[in-house]
């Protein structure tokens, strides 16, 4: 099942090209940009002068091509990683990705030991 599953989804993801407007596309990096003149608003949900630059800079680098990996890439190398609103999914910060999902299954295993034993003695 799981492998019928696997290749239906590769098979109506492959040949699908970003169907989002250039406007769509801006809004979906700016809100993973954190706003620099901001706490910890995001680009796109700001109307700070800095965060209309961020935006501007974005869609000119949609314009000429870019994907949006490479936009975030490009700031992130530029103003630091700090001004990602989304961890990096390697390194240390794939820990923010990994820690939840081994404590939820660690979570579950403790409570369906803790059901066999009560279920044992009652």
Do not use: H, N
């Not at 936009?71 to 190398?77: E, K, L, M, Q």
């Not at 630091?80 to 923010?96: D, F, N, Y």
Request: charged share 20%; hydrophobic share 45%.
């Amino acid at each position: 099942m799981a492998v019928v599953v696997a290749v239906a989804f590769a098979v109506g993801t492959l040949g699908q090209s970003d169907q989002r407007t250039t406007e769509e596309r801006m809004q979906d990096v700016a809100a993973t940009i954190r706003c620099p003149a901001c706490g910890g608003q995001s680009a796109a949900g700001s109307d700070t002068a800095a965060a209309q630059a961020v935006r501007r800079e974005i869609t000119e680098r949609i314009e000429t091509g870019e994907t949006d990996d490479q936009i975030r890439d490009y700031f992130a190398s530029t103003f630091g990683e700090e001004l990602l609103l989304t961890p990096p999914r390697s390194g240390v910060g794939a820990l923010v990705w990994i820690v939840p999902v081994v404590a939820m299954v660690v979570g579950s295993a403790g409570l369906v030991l803790a059901f066999r034993r009560w279920k044992r003695w009652g």
